[in-house]
């Protein structure tokens, strides 16, 4: 297991039309993140998944986002309608057992830049 | 509503000296506090943590240091080296993780 995947690294879009990232987690992780990281901030919460119950979701994440993960292995984040503001590093890090208590494991980020 | 509060937002320390990282939180239910370490184009990676129920834990060059009662973390680097050079971003978890906005260190040769 290399760790968590995120593809694609970079997306660039034009403002409205709609972006699909992709994470697949450390296979026996059972805890999946969201988060999104913008210039000199730190990653903010999006929403996590547990297995694939999605138990939490950020008032950052509006109804132009979406996440899901069906069979509670990989996971994928859909932004509709994209909007300038959206650009950012959007990263996903997993959970579970075997690493330190609280540990995430991250992905290397989907960068989106919305035109 | 910033949670986790790193003000900042960078440091430089001398090859070989100690460097520390500081870190305040508001929220007193955090039961874990982790550091992460960041290289440009790479996702953080896991550093050290501490559970709420000690004030110190050590990993090689690593300690990280808990006072509860001030709400406040900071992480010890000593030798400081080259290689140490990145952002490093605090955490605090409850259901969810908090991150503060990062420290970039240089450690100068």
């Known amino acids: 297991d290399t760790g968590v995947s995120q593809n694609p690294r970079h997306k660039i879009t034009k403002r409205g039309q709609n972006v699909t990232f992709r994470c697949d987690p450390i296979?026996?992780?059972?805890?999946l993140y969201w988060y999104r990281q913008t210039l000199g901030q730190g990653p903010e919460f999006l929403t996590y998944?547990?297995?694939?119950?999605?138990?939490?979701k950020s008032r950052l994440l509006s109804d132009r986002f979406s996440a899901e993960r069906p069979k509670g292995s990989f996971s994928t984040l859909e932004i509709q309608r994209t909007e300038q503001g959206d650009s950012a590093m959007y990263l996903c890090?997993?959970?579970?057992?075997?690493?330190?208590?609280?540990?995430?494991?991250f992905g290397e980020g989907s960068r989106l830049t919305v035109l | 509503d910033q949670q986790v509060k790193q003000n900042s937002p960078s440091l430089s320390v001398q090859e070989g000296r100690i460097s520390i990282l500081n870190c305040d939180y508001t929220?007193?239910?955090?039961?874990?506090f982790l550091w992460y370490k960041k290289y440009p184009a790479e996702g953080p990676t896991f550093l050290i943590s501490?559970?709420?129920?000690?004030d110190k834990n050590e990993d090689g060059r690593f300690t990280v240091f808990l006072n509860k009662s001030a709400k406040h973390l900071s992480l010890h680097i000593v030798p400081s080296q080259p290689g140490d050079s990145a952002v490093y971003f605090c955490?605090?978890?409850?259901?969810?993780?908090?991150f503060g906005t990062g420290t970039s260190l240089t450690v100068i040769p």
């Open positions: 955490a605090a978890s409850g259901n969810q993780f908090y």
């Open positions: 501490i559970s709420s129920i000690k």
């Open positions: 998944f547990q297995n694939e119950a999605q138990l939490e």
């Open positions: 890090a997993s959970s579970g057992p075997g690493g330190a208590t609280g540990e995430l494991f």
């Open positions: 296979s026996e992780h059972n805890r």
């Open positions: 929220n007193s239910m955090f039961d874990y």
